[in-house]
C-alpha cells in the first residue's frame, strides 16, 4: 500500500517532533513535508532541530533531510499537493491565536485538511473538537463546514486540550452507560511537556510545584461540555452537563498529566464495582476499526493503592491509553478516582494522529 | 529568665531534628533531654544524628553532646525532672501507634505534660488537638483531663496533621467572621518530609507523582471537625460542618504542603473581596499574645497569579503562616483557593513550639 | 525451538525485576523460576511485587503467577532442574556480601550455573568478570574453575560494576586499536536505581547531589583492571594499566550513569579524529555472533554539544549501548570525553543477560 | 552612620535580585538606584519583577518603589550621583559580552566605580578579579587603572566565575602554606541558577544532566591564573601553575555548585592531616577587618563521608563559605576532595557586596 503523504506545521517544535517521531513507522501515513516559522525555513530538519531533538531515536525515515517550508506560504504547501508529496497537514503551529486560526483557514481553504492540536479553532462552531472514543460521529459536520465555508476538500478537525484526556473518556463511559454527571470538580497536577519547550523555566519547578497554567482552567471546564454536545442546524450545540469546577497546577514531571477527580452522578449512581466494570470493558469505535494508532484499552483500570502515576502508567498501550486508579466512593459527591494520560501522545500527537485515522475510515482524508 | 527545661521524645527523626533547630534560640525553652529508640541510647545526639542531621546549622545549644535516653524508660524522664533538666517533652514519636498512645499516657502518668505531633492521641476523647490560632480554647479540657485520669501535673496536648494546616486556619477565619462553610473538597500536593526519614524513596519520586498517602484522607477529612468542635462533659463534642472529602498526593518537593480547595457556603455567601479581607486581617490569640514562635501573620495573602508555591512561600514569617492565593469564584461550590503551609515546620515542630507557648501562658505547663 | 528455562535469584528486587522485564520476549531464554527471600516464599511474584513493580509493562509471560522459592533452598532449585523448569540462574541476590557468595558457589556445585550482578564473586580467583564486549575470552576459565572446584555443570560468571560501563568499552575499544593508557581521572554522576529499592531516600536527592557512594570509587577503580587483564595458571592476572581515580557521585537521575573521563595515553596518541573513528567503528564478538540481547553499535558517538544525556541517550539501543560525546583534547591529560550507559540494564539484568547469551553459544549453558 | 547609596545595573535579573535581597538590611549600603534594559525603564521595581520576583522575602528597605532606569542612559546615574542617591553601582548586567564592556566603561569614565559580576571586563588586562579572601592586594591596580584610563573617581573592578569558587579558596590557602600546585583535573556540577533565568529550560534537567555549559570549561581553567597572578608594569600578569582541566556539568539542583577536585602537588606534599589544617584554620584579609559580608569561616571542613551537599551546604555562614570534604588522597595525582559553594551569593551577588566592602576600607569608594 502507498502512504498518504502527510505534512506537518509547527514541527520544530515539541508537538511536531512527537508527531515525527510517532510516524516514523506508521503503516498508513508517511511526513513528507515539515513547515515551521520562516527563521527555520530553507535549512534541513535536522539542522533546526539539532539541539534541541527531544526523542531517543533521531527523526524519522528520512524525515531528517526534508527542507523545512515557511508555515506561512500555503502556496507552497499547495505545490506539495500537486507533486503528490502532500496531502494533509497535523497543525502544532505556535503562534498567536488568530494568527493560528486564520492560517489553519487558509490551507483549508487552498484544499488542504487541517487536523490540529491547536486551540484557536475549537470554539470555532462548525469545527468539530474530535476524542476519537468519544465524539466520532462529530466528523459528521464536515460537509457541512464544507459547504458553508465553500471549501471542496479542505476542512478542519481539532483535537482537545491535553489536560482533559485523563478524565473526559471515563466520564464518557459512565455517560454511555446511562448515567447523567451533573458535577465534577477535578484538580490536575499537570506536566511541563505541557507547556511546550523551552516552556517552564527549570527554576521554576525543582522542589516546587505552580498552582497555575494560564487558559488552562476554563479550557478544562469548557471543551468538555462541547465533545459531549451535539450538531444542530450545522454547528455545534454544548452540553449542559457536567459542571466542571478545575483547579491546574504544574508539577515537576516531564511527561503525564495527572488528574484528582470528584464526581456527582444525577439521580442513577452507580456502584464503584459498576464503574469499575464499565470502565475497563469501554471499548468504541476506534477499536472495533483497529485503527493503527488506537489503545487496545482505551480506559486501564489500576487496583493498586498508588496508581495511576506518570513515569509508570504514561507510556501504558502506546501511551494512548487513559489509565484510572483510586475509584472509591466520595463524601461529598459520589465518586473519587484518578485519572492520567500522556499529554504530548494522547493529548497531542497521539491523539491527532488517531484523528486522522478515524476521519480516513470516514472517507475524509485519502 | 531562666529557661524552662525541655525534652524531645523521637529526638534523632526528622520532626524530632526540627524541634532541636528551631529551639536553639529559642527565648522560652531550652532542650535538656533527648530520646529516642532503644539503639540509639547511650550514645551522644551528636554521633546518633551524623550523616543524617537533615539541616545546615549543626544541632543546637549543647545538644549535640546530650546522651540520648531510651524513650521507653519514662522513669529515667521522671529523674530527669526530679534534677531540674526537664519540665515537659515534645513528643515526635515514631512507633505503631498504640504503643506512642500508651507510652505518651505514661508519661502524662508520671507529672510530665505531653505536647505531640504524633496522631495517637488525637482521636482520645478528652486530648485537645489544638491549632493555637484557631482553638485555644480547647485548652481548657485540660483540668477536666488531668481530674478524669488521675494525673497531677502531666495532660496530653496534640497537634493536628500536618496535611490540613494549609487550609484549617483560612477556613476557620472565615467561620469566626460569621460565613457557615458547609462543604470543602480538597486535593493536596504534599511534601517528601511529611513522610519522615528515609520515608519516600527517590525512584518512587523522580519525574513522578504519587497520588496516594497511606490514612492521610481520612485525617484531612475528620481532624478538622475537632478543632472546630466544642466540649461538652468533659470530652470533645466533633462540629458538623464543614464536610470534607480530600484526595491527597505525594509531589517531589522537600518541604510545604500545597492545597487546591472548592469551598461552599451556606445561605450567607461573602464576596470574593470580603474572604481576602477576612484573611488579610486576621489575627488570634497567639498574635495578641505576642508568642516567640506566632506568625505576624497567621494568614499571608498572595495577590500574583501563580503563588502559593512552596519553594517560595514556605519560609515566610518564620515558615509558621498560612499562605494563601489563586481566591477567585468556584463554578460549582462558591469559592476556590490555594493555601500553602510549612509541614515541618507549622505542621509539626513549630506548631508543637507554638502550642507549647501557648499552654504555658496559659499557666499549664511552667 | 524449545527456550531454555531460567531462574532469577533476588527476583522481588530492582535488579530481579529487570530481569524479568527483559525477558519478557527474549527468543532463546524463558523465566520458570523466581526466588528471593524467605519471607517472599510460597506467594505468588505477582503479590510480592505488586505496589513496587518498576515497569509500565506487567511481569512477563507467566511469571506472576510462579510462586516465588526461598533463595536459601539450593535443593528446591534442584528439584526444578528435575523436572526441566531451570537450566541456570541469574543472580541478583541482595544480601550481606559473604552470603551471596556461599550462597552463588552452593548454586554452583548443585551443577547450577550462576551468570551474576552481585559484587560478592568479583574478585575470585577463578571467577570471570565479563564485559561481552571487552573480554568474552575470560569465559575460557570455566573449565579450568569447574575443574578446580569439582564442579560438573555448575560454575560462576560474574559482570563487573554498573559505574565502570560508560567507560570500560570505549577505553577498551582504544587498547584494542593499539593505544596503551596511562592513566584515566574518571568523575561519575550516577543514578539512583543504581542503589537498589527502596534505595537512596527522596529528601536526600531533590535539590541536591550527594558525592559520596560508598565502596563504588574502589569498584570503579579495580575492576576494570580484572576485565583487562589475562588468565595465568588458572587465576586471573590484572592488567597494569590503566590506572583509575574516580570520584562518584549520586544525582537525582533515575537511570543513566553518566562520566566525565580524562584519559592519557602511552606514547603513543590517536588524535581526536582518529579516537572517534575508532569508537564509531568498534565491534566485537556479541555484534559478530548477532546476539539478541547486543547493542547493534556497542559505542555510539553523538557529535552535539551538550550529549550524552542520561534521560534522552540512556535507552539507545536496547539501552545496551555506551554513548559517548564531548570528546575533546585535555590540557593535562590527552583526551577528555563524556560516557553514559544505562546501569539497571547494560549495567545490570541486560548485561547478565548478554554474557549468559554469549556462554550459550560458547557451549557453557544448555 | 548614613549609608552609602548604591546602584544596581541589570536589577532585574536574578543576580540583580539577589543583590537586593542581599542589600536589604546592610550596615554600609543601601539601594537606591536601579537600572535595566530600556523595556523596563520608568516603572516601578516591584511591577517590573512581579511574578519573578525569586526570593520569600519582598523587596528590601523601600526599593520595590524606586523607578527603574534605563541601564543605557549614564547620564542619568550622574544625576543620581549629583543629588546624593548613588556613589558606585553593581554591575549584573545580562547583554552582549561587548556591550557590557562598553557601557561598564562608561559608568567609570563618569567617575562611578563599578563593581562587576559581568565576565566583560575579567580579561581587560588592567582590571582586577577579586577574591576577597585570595587576592585583596590585586586592588592595588586601581590607581594604575584610573591613571592610564584618565578616570578620576571611577573604576571598574570585577569577581570571577561563579564555577571556580568552590575550589579557588582551598587551593589558594594551600599554595599561601607554601605549596605549589602544579596540576588540577576538576569536575563541576553546576546549579541551574548559575543559567540566570529563565535560564534552562525544565525539560532539559528533569531526570538528567547536562554535561555542557558554553564557555564555562574554558572560564575555569583560565580566571585562576590571573587571581593567583601578579602585577607588572600596571597590567596582571598570570600565575604559570596550577595548570586546569576542566569538565562543567549542569544539574538539577537549584543553587550551589559542587566540584570534584584531584590535585597534583609540585615536589613539597601536605600530609592529608596538614592539608585539613590548613584549610580549617584559613582566614584572610575581610576576616581580619571583620567585613560584614565576610563568612567568619572562607573555608569549612566536613568530616561526613557524603557532604559537602547543594541544599544542605550552601548556606552556611551566610552562603559565604567554601565547603569542603571527602578530603582523601588520589592514586594518581595527590589529593582528592569536594567543594561547595552558593553560585548565586558567594559565586554572584554576595561575592561583589564583599569586594565592594573591601575596597571601601582600602578608600576606593566612598
Redo the contacts between chains.
Sequence with gaps: MTKIPVGILGATG?VGQQYIALLAEHPWFEVRYVAASPRSAGKAYKDVT??RW????MWGNGVESLIVEDANQVSRAEEAVKRGDLSFVFSALEMEKDAVKTLEERYAAAGIPVISNASANRWTQDVPVLIAEVNPHHADIIPLQRKSRGWDKGFIAVKPNCSIQSYTTPIWALIKAGYQIQ???V?T?QA??GAG????????????????I?GEEEKS?EEPLKIFGSISNGVFQNAEYP???A?C?R????DGH?A?V?LEFGTQKPSIEEVKQIWASFTSLPQELDLPMAPKHPIILRE??????????R??DKAMAATV??IRP????DL?F?GLSHNTVRGAAGGGILNAELLKTKGFIK
Tied chains: 1, 2, 3, 4.
Design positions: 515539541l539539532a539541539g527531544h526523542h531517543t531515536k458535577r465534577v470538580i484538580t497536577m511541563l511537556s519547550y523551552p516552556g517552564v523555566p527549570s527554576l521554576n519547578v525543582i522542589d516546587n510545584v505552580v498552582p497555575y494560564g471546564e459542571k466542571i469546577s483547579h497546577n508539577v515537576p514531571v516531564t495527572t484528582c470528584s493498586e493503592a498508588d496508581r495511576p502515576q506518570p513515569r509508570k502508567d507510556d501504558t486508579g483510586r466520595c463524601n461529598i459527591f473519587r484518578v
